[in-house]
């Protein structure tokens, strides 16, 4: 995939991080728009808001729009195991909690044909039981995930590969440590980013 500066790999976890309000998340609004042009291109997307999410649809029916194709009774049986009742999965989905919506969209994109799965702060409304379901979903997703978080532990279980670091200078590509990368966020040190070999980084943005 080669969009607005970005190049990567089916396989590739991609993390986008940075300070709150420097652009995370309308570089994400803006490759979902650009990579949603190419037709043979199958993207999921999942956005910050979970208010985005509410709909009148039957939970199960609403996994089944976006999952691979499965009956009723498969798709019933992949969100019991997530840990919802079978009652749960007849409900409206506007009937769920924020986080109970989120824990269904992001299991039904990772059980997806999407080739790309975007994801905007995926964690948020998210409790530790739920975040831990998720992060085993992700990690059998074979296709590309990009996503924008701040929670580090979360991007290390889902085995992120790159990261783009939003900086107060332009958008920096690299394969440093989420750990040491989130210091240099937190003291607000400017970083410095190495260009490494074998097409690993993609250099920097303006």
Do not use: W
């Amino acid at each position: 995939v080669e969009c607005r500066g970005l190049t990567a790999r089916t396989g590739n976890t991609i993390a986008i991080i940075g300070h709150n309000g420097i652009g995370k998340s309308l570089y994400i609004k803006a490759l979902v728009g650009e990579l949603s042009k190419v037709e043979s291109l199958k993207i999921g997307y999942l956005p910050q808001s979970p208010d985005d999410l509410i709909s009148d649809v039957p939970v199960v029916e609403y996994f089944r729009n976006i999952a691979m194709p499965c009956t009723e009774d498969e798709a019933i049986g992949m969100i019991k195991s997530k840990g919802f009742h079978i009652d749960e999965a007849r409900k409206p989905m506007k009937l769920l909690s924020p986080g109970e919506r989120l824990k269904i969209h992001l299991t039904a994109l990772a059980y997806s044909d999407y080739e790309i799965i975007i994801l905007d702060e995926p964690t948020n409304h998210l409790d530790i039981d739920a975040l831990g379901n998720v992060e085993e979903s992700l990690k059998d997703y074979n296709g590309l995930i990009i996503v924008v978080s701040h929670d580090m532990y979360f991007l290390e279980a889902i085995k992120t590969s790159d990261v783009i670091l939003f900086t107060s200078n332009g958008e920096n590509h690299t394969t440093g440590e989420l750990s040491q990368l989130q210091n240099l966020i937190e003291t607000g040190r400017s970083p410095n980013i190495p260009h490494t070999e074998g097409g690993q980084t993609l250099g920097v943005f303006r």
